[in-house]
């Protein structure tokens, strides 16, 4: 299988959607700002950790 990296550039560009989508939340007054990042925390801990284990 091929190793895709995604570098900084591409963490960047999915920490900017995600400031978009919690934006966008923000100003629709949708109250799932706080969840909004709780997931986005979570998603990025979760891909560390499996990306860790697999480059063992």
């Known amino acids: 299988m091929?190793?895709?990296d995604i570098g900084l550039?591409?963490?960047a560009l999915s920490g900017i959607l995600v400031a978009?989508?919690?934006g966008?939340?923000?100003l629709?007054?949708?109250g799932v700002?706080?969840?909004?990042?709780?997931?986005?925390l979570r998603a990025l801990v979760q891909l560390l950790v499996v990306g860790?284990?697999?480059s063992w």
């Open 2 to 4: 091929d190793q895709a």
């Open 28 to 30: 629709r007054r949708l």
């Open 33 to 40: 700002s706080r969840d909004l990042i709780v997931a986005a």
């Open 52 to 54: 860790r284990r697999w």
């Open 20 to 22: 978009v989508a919690l």
């Open 9 to 11: 550039t591409g963490l």
């Open 24 to 26: 966008l939340s923000m």
